[in-house]
């Protein structure tokens, strides 16, 4: 009799703090631009619930913690009533099919322009520098963005009050914790970043300065919904946004060991392989001094496959890892990766558009019959 095929790392179980994950595999936050008016949509209980499965860790796309926090069409809020209540359906459709869920809260900071703000304003920033124009995420439209107005330190406590009450607010509409965006170029990113934050007071300057704002908002959430319920992600090697640091490795071995002091639950990182948002390129650095640094459960991202991503649990390099295309274009990942099945291919095009349907809750299960 055949020798039973050894369980692939990537789907050996894992206990996640109090979640019993039956598998590693975890959908990474990912921009859908499908909330009309900042407000998630009905087709999103389909989208999210296409994507869980018992015992598997699902993120949110970026939701936004205020209205200033928003610089993209049709991204979902999570600072009002109506937004938590249009939540729920989707959170509970998730756990019907025992997944478990993170909000993922973000402020995106100076990649905004007046048009996305309350009245006209400019974005607020760590910085008053502006961003050159760039290409958009579908590869054919420029993004404006308006110069930036710099916070004053008086102002800052105010913000990491509205990640607090998003924090607060996502537990009222069910989630089992959130994740904090302190990553590609987006608000807490412009803080940490020495190319972006050319602040001199208490949340400028030194590494430890520049860090201030993130652990800021890590202490205030922690002591609003418990550290246990508590991930964030970080790209410290990564220049998404022009928001690049000299030293990312000590940016990074800092954060870490800072954040132990809260006993966050997880930290998810961007892999240096991943310097902007496009493909992966050959890089020396690593994510390991990071992962043997933080006390908490480490989830890789960036640019993994099947292979590669069974071979960074095999290595112990990450607990968790987290697949962003792969997974928008296959519903049932996990499933696919434990038959060694082939994978649907992502279209790029409709990964950002409005259409409810399209791109989104269309990609075919193994199962389904043509």
Same mark, same amino acid.
């Given at each position: 009799?055949?020798?039973? $095929?050894?369980? #692939? ?8 703090? !109090? ?15 499908? /909330? ?49 209540? %249009? ?5 509970? $459709? ?19 322009? @007046? ?14 520098? /502006? ?14 963005? +308006? ?15 509205? *990640? ?21 170029? *987006? ?6 970043? =020495? ?5 001199? =007071? ?26 246990? !319920?508590?991930?964030?992600?970080? /790209? ?24 132990? !002091? ?12 991943? !310097? +902007? ?22 989830? %890789? ?10 071979? $960074?649990?095999?290595?112990? @390099? %990450? =607990? ?16 696919? &990766?434990? #038959? ?14 409005? =259409?409810?349907?399209?791109?989104? +809750?269309?990609?075919? &299960?193994?199962? /389904?019959? %043509?």
């Amino acid at each position: 009799m055949a020798n039973q $095929a050894p369980t #692939l790392p990537l789907l050996t179980p894992y206990k996640l703090g !109090k979640f019993d994950l039956s598998h590693r595999v975890v959908l990474p936050a990912l921009t859908r631009q499908r /909330s009309y008016g900042y407000v998630p949509q009905p087709p999103a209980i389909l989208y999210y619930s296409q994507r869980a499965s018992k015992g598997g860790l699902l993120i949110t796309e970026a939701t936004g913690v205020s209205d200033t926090a928003q610089g993209y069409p049709d991204t979902p809020g999570i600072w009002s009533k109506e937004q938590v209540e %249009a939540w729920k359906p989707i959170v509970n $459709a998730v756990y019907a099919k025992g997944g478990v869920f993170f909000c993922q809260i973000w402020h995106v900071g100076r990649v905004s322009n @007046s048009g996305f703000q309350p009245d006209g304003q400019a974005p607020i920033s760590s910085t008053d520098k /502006s961003l050159t124009p760039q290409i958009g995420s579908n590869g054919i439209d420029v993004m404006q963005f +308006t110069p930036p107005r710099r916070l004053r330190a008086d102002e800052i406590p105010q913000i990491v009050n509205d *990640f607090r009450l998003a924090a607060r607010n996502a537990m009222e509409a069910g989630f089992d914790g959130v994740e904090i965006h302190g990553s590609s170029g *987006f608000l807490i990113d412009q803080f940490l970043k =020495d190319q972006v934050n050319d602040r001199t =007071d208490q949340y400028g300057g030194s590494l430890e300065r520049r860090c201030r704002f993130a652990l800021d908002i890590v202490e205030a959430v922690v002591n609003e919904i418990g550290a246990d !319920k508590v991930g964030i992600k970080l /790209s410290p090697f990564a220049n998404y946004m022009e928001s690049g640091d000299s030293k990312p490795k000590e940016l990074g071995l800092y954060l870490v060991n800072s954040l132990n !002091k809260y006993g966050i639950l997880y930290c998810q990182m961007i892999e240096p392989r991943m !310097k +902007t948002l496009g493909d992966k390129i050959e890089c020396p650095h690593s994510l390991v001094p990071m992962r043997k640094a933080f006390n908490g459960t480490f989830i %890789a991202v960036g640019g993994f496959d099947r292979e590669d991503g069974n071979n $960074a649990v095999a290595e112990d @390099s %990450a =607990d968790l890892v987290a697949f962003g295309r792969w997974f928008l274009a296959n519903p049932d990942l996990p499933k696919r &990766f434990e #038959l060694n099945a082939p994978l649907s291919k992502y279209i790029r095009d409709t990964f950002y558009i409005s =259409d409810p349907v399209l791109g989104y +809750t269309d990609y075919p &299960f193994l199962d /389904s019959t %043509a």
